[in-house]
């Protein structure tokens, strides 16, 4: 028999046991020192070798001693003791079993082994909290390496605990597995001890390592040993309170728990846990877990985790979370929501649903509806995200489908970009899923759902038609009259009224008695009938009908004979065949049926097209909007755009095409995951063909890139080629394509014009990924598209030409003194059919031959060994065409001279002189250009292999010989690269003189033409077909690129051409010719940049345009100083068109990264929109304002906006101005410095805060800053302002009034504000102006009368085109000449930077 010893009494701290409390419980002796441990360990292993798991009643203390000491003992003693227990513990564990099981148990055994039981499990447990808390402090140290105790740190024993935590708590999994209620006399196992267990696991999931992959095995140890503790003991109540405080203080424990809740409520069949714990967090009020941010994300991540395990059990226990959804945490919102998700994904999901669950569900969607539109960004991507889920698990019912997509295409305005990229997901989920059809065109349902519905209607009017009245049965109207022939069958019974005879007398048969009476009925004498009905009852006794079972009542035998009388005659009437009676009226029933049946098939297949259409037509709205986010910041949303695109056009959607070429420029962003996505999209789209054969992979890729070329601009074929080249250098498109590309080309395969072009221009960008595409195949692009029939499709040549210029290679100077540019000999085959075509087309008349003329004259230049010497000769043979033309023209006017009259001079076609302006503009452009550019960089070239070939030449000794000095000169000069500097401004001022001096000299053949064309451009009344004004301005401005003497005596021309020029084409022309002037010789350009401006004012659309782009450019690149004139580039920002307002915002986007420019401009454009004469509208100004502050985002910028506004109130003079320097402020983030610069402003606007519009302004602005909330100190500054605000408020409303009493004049009324029309200042008018309203500055002619004076006149070949009539047009023409004293005299000089100037 076992010595049992004290009882052994679980403490609540380890303290307590070494208290006697007086109860003859266990109290410890002795706390051994660390020496003796060792060997107090040795003794109790020999005692448990010979007693077994009891040994630990007799040395209990050696063991709680080293947990005293834990935290010094020696990592060894501490190995020890957990080895040691672990092995008494299992060893216990294994013979407690056959204990519980003996019936002979003496009390005193029983006794023992539970104090053994309950010591051992302590000790364990204890044990293990100490190594827990020892893991824990290492893992603080080792997070701050810094820290003390580093000594302590290397004597842990971390990595054996790690190993021995699962099988121990296993170890004690398998003990509670044990009834241990025997222990206890067959009572429930003692709280404390199942506490001891459950406490040890909190501990362990405490440790925030447990959430990791590694442990697993240990995490799912734990939620056994939980269930196990939970089964014993039932303490629900307080392991809902244990694990609600632990998800409230500890975050990783919620997946934890949620799944160890679920495995309790599957396999321990703990299912009221559930909603113990969702009963537990529901009752927390909202308002106090908005403050405690702490436990949200733990009870937020419970939930969720949790619906997704079992959502049939959270489903169950919704309603106690749903109050949560009206609180103000956003996280608890996304939790509750994503638990509606899953239980509508997983449970109330199919259509077998009960009415209940139907409701329930129809419940949750519109709640998840509701929060699409919350006021917490967060919230409304999540649900977005939660509707894409069940969009994708097919568990949104077809009736939802509508209103879901509808607010995913609303949210595509949203401000939050994670918004706008979750509904642009939902949509692509929705493309993806939707049960309507793999074809979702608009117009493709649109035809048949208008013949279903007209069939639909077709059928209800035949079934209308075809209606009749509804079939009462015998039986039913034998119902209806009862009351009344039971009334007159009880008169029977009664006496006969004075005056009533009986004449009704009964038939000799009974058929014919049985037809008397079925006569009564019908002619409702229903007395009669029921007294004949009596009469032979009495005679025909026996006989049917009348032979039915005698009642006791005679009224109810009367009626059922009359019932069955009336009844039977019904039906024989009804039925002609009484034998086939059932048989004929299920026919009949059969044919009603059958068209109600197909009435309602087609009711469904008209709603369901229906749909289909209404869904095609919300995704087209999609488009639209979703290609307007493609350009965004955000990275993630342009991805998203381009995958929903690229899912769109898979379902045959002809709008998103539009969508992917507005991709295409995406293809140059700096995002490398941007452009890898239009890669990805056209590599789909494109690439990866479903067909099986590669010929049929080719057509079909060759058939879709064509589509996407047809009417495409020449940005869209850039982008283009830019996709086509990088697929070549992959090898991603395979020779299939490239052979069959060309067999268009060359019509071996039959294809209209337009494939046939689209097929070159294919061939050309894939000749810049590989250049022998086009090098090995020279003589073909020639023979053919440049053959005699290249006049029958100047399109196809045209684009021959830009094929080849990808020889030509890269036009800008190579550094490479060895790489020779590629050059083709005069007398090449390409250059003599270049000028054969063109000289042949230069007399007929063609739209196109000008684009293909420019794009030969261009290739002549880039491929031609001298190619000014080509393009002459094709200009002497067009001018030569001309003469003739002219002559042949004159010859008929001079045959036909009686008749001839004032007007009847020789003329030559309109179209020839077109062409021929056309022609000599460009080859002067591109004859600059080759100077520049080529004969530059080949100069260059020479040079360097020169200097090269000469130091290799020199003499090895020429250091030697060279005097000190002049040695030090040359190492000085090559230091600081003079030699190479001083090389290249020789050869650069070679070709500015060959410009200046040479090509529009008298010997020059331009000079012919130049009186030509300032004819044309001086006389737009005599001239004044379009075509050929646009073509001379245009060619105009490419001259005055070639001379800056030609350019500043024809500025003032050509400036007023733009100005008062009728034809928008022909200002849009002389816009980017002033732009490109404006580059090459920047001073003298420099003082008409206000008419440039001024352009910006046009009231044609596409100039408008042209001039933001171009001065766009200027602007960017520094070459015209912005001043407060940008303010009409702002004005931009509210232009009536789309495509201005988007040249506005590009045009600011690149500004504002130029450093400070955005603010350093704000002040002065905020000065010119709010003049008066401005004729901005306040609410315009309010828009443009709104877009220009959100560039401002540095908190100095505000600051000192703030002051630099305050102080403008000083200089304005008209309310308009004080509201809009308000309003302004409003605008921008005030920080606690903005409010001081606020207070130390004060007076500058304390005046005008008497205008109601101003005072609301700053009380909006300090509004807003005590909502954003900040020290108190601020608070305070901005409660004695908000003071002061009023009270001028008041005092100067308090002034008015006064003024107005005292004084029976009224107050000065301000000036009345210039109404304006539109939102835009009026435009200037391009035409029919006074040339007093054109004022330029004056003219600078002194220095260039005193150069004209000296140098004599020059001879220039004159080529006259008209008779002397038009010499001598009438004054009445308009004309552009310009008086003198308006040309620019004031000039700023802007130097030209170059890196090759060193002076």
């Known amino acids: 028999m076992a010595d049992a010893g004290p009882q052994f009494q679980l403490p609540l701290a380890a303290a307590d046991l070494l208290r006697d409390d007086g109860r003859g ?20 292993r020999a005692a448990f070798r010979s007693r077994g798991a009891l040994a630990v009643l007799q040395h209990f203390d050696a063991v709680y001693s080293v947990l005293h000491h834990f935290r010094t003992a020696g990592s060894n003693v501490k190995e020890d003791v957990l080895e040691l227990m672990v092995q008494v513990v299992s060893r216990h564990s294994s013979e407690l079993s056959a204990i519980l099981s003996d019936s002979r148990l003496s009390l005193a055994n029983r006794a023992a082994h539970l104090n053994a039981l309950k010591m051992n499990c302590y000790l364990l447990t204890s044990l293990v909290d100490a190594f827990e808390m020892e893991t824990c402090k290492n893992r603080l140290l080792e997070a701050d390496p810094g820290g003390k105790n580093k000594k302590n740190h290397a004597r842990t024993s971390g990595p054996l605990w790690e190993e021995e935590r699962e099988p121990v708590l296993q170890l004690l999994t398998q003990l509670l597995q044990l009834d241990l209620r025997q222990l206890w006399g067959g009572l429930s196992v003692e709280e404390e001890f199942v506490s001891l267990m459950m406490g040890s696991c909190y501990r362990i999931l405490e440790n925030p390592s447990i959430s990791h992959q590694r442990y697993r095995g240990t995490r799912e140890a734990v939620t056994h040993l939980l269930a196990r503790a939970l089964l014993h003991c039932g303490q629900m109540f307080g392991a809902t309170l244990k694990i609600t405080q632990m998800l409230q203080h500890f975050e990783h424990v919620a997946p934890v728990f949620a799944q160890a809740v679920s495995l309790w409520a599957n396999e321990y069949g703990l299912k009221s846990l559930v909603g113990e714990l969702l009963r537990e967090i529901g009752q927390k009020c909202p308002q106090d877990l908005a403050r405690e941010a702490s436990g949200l994300k733990g009870y937020a991540t419970f939930i969720t985790e949790l619906a997704e395990q079992i959502p049939a059990l959270v489903l169950s226990n919704m309603s106690v979370l749903l109050h ?36 329930t569900r129809d419940k949750f969607l519109k709640m998840l509806q509701a929060h699409v539109c919350d006021v917490h960004s967060f919230v409304r991507s999540r649900v977005l995200q939660l509707f894409t889920r069940i969009v994708q698990h097919k568990a949104l019912p077809l009736t939802q489908f509508q209103a879901v997509v509808s607010l995913a295409v609303g949210r595509l305005k949203d401000k939050s970009v994670l918004v706008v990229k979750n509904a642009i997901q939902l949509l692509a989920a929705f493309l993806s899923n939707n049960p309507f059809s793999c074809k979702l065109s608009s117009a493709d349902l649109a035809e048949p759902l208008k013949k279903e519905v007209q069939k639909l209607q077709e059928m209800r009017d035949r079934v209308r038609s075809t209606a009749v009245a509804p079939v009462v049965t015998p039986e039913e109207e034998w119902e209806a009259m009862l009351p009344e022939v039971r009334a007159a069958t009880q008169q029977l019974f009664q006496p006969l009224q004075e005056g009533e005879e009986e004449v009704l007398e009964v038939e000799e048969t009974v058929e014919s008695t049985v037809e008397q009476i079925t006569g009564l009925l019908r002619k409702l004498n229903y007395k009669s009938a029921a007294r004949l009905t009596q009469k032979a009852l009495c005679r025909f006794q026996g006989k049917e009908p009348f032979s039915g079972p005698m009642e006791e009542n005679e009224e109810a035998t009367i009626l059922d ?9 019904c039906q024989g009437e009804n039925s002609e065949d009484p034998p086939n009676d059932n048989s004929h009226n299920n026919k009949e029933v059969a ?41 965004e910041n955000s990275v993630s949303v342009v991805q998203e755009a381009i995958e929903f695109f690229v899912t769109v056009l898979q379902f045959g959607m002809p709008q998103a095409l539009l969508g992917v070429r507005r991709m295409l420029p995406l293809i140059w962003s700096k995002e490398p995951g941007i452009k890898e996505a239009v890669l990805n999209a056209y590599r789909r789209l494109y690439l990866s063909s479903s067909e099986d054969s590669e010929r049929a992979k080719a057509h079909s890729l060759v058939h879709s890139l064509s589509l996407i070329m047809v009417d495409a601009s020449l940005g869209t074929i850039q982008c283009l080629e830019e996709i086509i080249s990088e697929f070549v250098q992959k090898d991603e498109i395979k020779p299939a394509v490239i052979q069959l590309l060309w067999e268009r080309f060359t019509e071996k395969s039959r294809c209209s014009s337009l494939e046939r072009r689209a097929a070159v221009m294919l061939l050309g960008m894939m000749a810049r990924g590989k250049p022998e595409i086009i090098g090995s195949n020279l003589d073909i692009l020639v023979t053919v598209g440049l053959s005699e029939k290249a006049c029958e499709d100047y399109r196809l040549a045209q684009e021959v030409c830009n094929v080849l210029s990808k020889l030509a290679g890269n036009p800008k100077p190579a550094l490479d003194k060895n790489s020779v540019p590629f050059r083709l000999p005069q007398n090449h085959m390409l250059f003599s059919c270049l000028s054969e075509t063109v000289s042949k087309g230069f007399g007929q008349p063609s739209t196109h031959w000008i684009p293909f003329m420019e794009a030969a004259v261009t290739l002549i230049y880039q491929l031609a060994e001298g190619a000014e010497e080509l393009c002459a000769h094709i200009l002497q043979v067009c001018s030569q065409q001309a003469l003739e033309k002219l002559q042949e023209s ?16 020789g003329s030559l076609p309109t179209f020839m002189l077109v062409h021929l302006v056309s022609l000599v503009g460009q080859v002067a452009m591109q004859q600059v250009a080759y100077l520049e550019v080529s004969v530059s960089a080949e100069l260059r070239r020479r040079r360097l292999l020169k200097e090269e070939k000469t130091k290799k030449n020199s003499d090895s000794n020429k250091k ?35 410009c200046e001096t040479e090509l529009l000299d008298g010997k020059h053949l331009f000079s012919a033409f130049v009186p030509l064309l300032l004819q044309i451009c001086n006389n737009p009344g005599l001239y004044s077909d379009s075509a050929l004004s646009a073509a001379a301005a245009l060619t105009l401005g490419k001259i005055c690129m070639i001379s800056s003497e030609f350019c500043e005596s024809h500025l003032r021309l050509l400036f007023t051409m733009m100005e008062k020029s009728t034809l928008p084409g022909v200002r849009s022309n002389l816009i980017i010719a002033a732009g490109d002037l404006a580059i090459r010789f920047p001073n003298l350009v420099e003082p008409w940049t206000s008419h440039l401006y001024a352009r910006l004012r046009d009231p044609c659309p596409s100039v408008r345009q042209t001039a933001g782009l171009v001065m766009t450019h200027l602007i960017l690149k520094d070459m015209v100083k912005v001043k407060g004139q940008v303010s009409e580039m702002a004005a931009l920002l509210i232009d009536p068109e789309e495509a201005i307002v988007g040249v506005a915002q590009n045009f600011f986007g690149e500004l504002s990264n130029k450093g400070n420019a955005i603010y350093n401009l704000l002040p002065d454009i905020i000065s010119h929109l709010s003049s008066p004469d401005c004729g901005i509208e306040e609410e315009s100004f309010h828009t443009i304002m709104r877009h220009l502050f959100s560039y401002i985002t540095k908190d100095k910028q505000t600051e000192s906006l703030v002051e630099k506004l305050c102080q403008r109130f000083r200089t304005a003079r008209t309310e308009r101005q004080y509201r809009d320097l308000s309003h ?3 605008l921008l983030p005030v920080s606690e410095r903005g409010l001081h610069k606020l207070q130390d402003n004060f007076d500058c606007f304390a005046d005008k805060l008497q205008d109601p519009a101003v005072y609301n302004c700053f009380q909006t602005l300090l509004a807003r800053f005590c909502r954003a909330g900040g020290k108190p100190e601020a608070k305070t500054l901005a409660e004695e302002l908000e003071q002061k605000l009023s009270a001028c408020h008041n005092r100067g409303l308090d002034s008015a009034e006064t003024c107005q009493e005292g004084s029976q004049t009224p107050m000065p009324v301000p000036a009345k504000r ?43 070949v004159m080529i006259t085109f008209s008779s002397s009539d038009e010499e001598n047009s009438s004054e009445d023409e308009q004309s552009a000449e310009l008086r003198d004293e308006e040309t620019p005299t004031k000039t700023t000089p802007i130097t030209r930077s170059s890196a090759r100037r060193l002076r």
């Open 25 to 44: 419980h266990y109290v410890v002796q002795e706390v051994l020192p660390p020496r003796e441990l060792p060997p107090a360990l040795v003794a109790f």
């Open 324 to 359: 949560h959804l009206d609180g103000e945490s956003y996280m608890m919102r996304n939790a509750i929501l994503a638990a509606m998700a899953e239980a509508l994904m997983q449970v109330l999901n199919g259509d077998e649903l009960e009415e209940a669950a139907r409701g």
């Open 561 to 569: 004979v009359l019932k069955r009388l009336y009844t039977g005659s």
């Open 591 to 631: 044919q009603e049926e059958q068209p109600q049946t197909e009435l309602v098939k087609q009711e469904l297949l008209v709603q369901y097209l229906q749909d289909a259409y209404n869904f095609s037509v919300k995704i087209t709205e999609a488009l639209n909007l979703i290609s307007k986010v493609m350009y």
């Open 890 to 905: 004159d010859g008929q006017n001079a045959g036909d001279s009686p008749r001839r009259d004032s007007d009847g001079a």
């Open 960 to 994: 030697q010989q060279r005097s000190q000095s002049t040695g030090n000169e040359t190492t000085m000069e090559e230091e600081l690269g003079l030699v190479g500097a001083t090389a290249d401004d020789t050869e650069a001022e070679l070709i500015r003189n060959i």
């Open 1224 to 1226: 302004c402020l409003t």
């Open 1314 to 1356: 210039k109404t304006i029309a539109s939102s835009r200042r009026q435009p200037l008018s391009p035409a029919n102006r006074d040339d007093d309203d054109f004022v330029t500055p004056q003219p600078r002619n002194l220095r260039n009368q005193k150069r004209d004076q000296k140098r004599p006149p020059r001879k220039k």
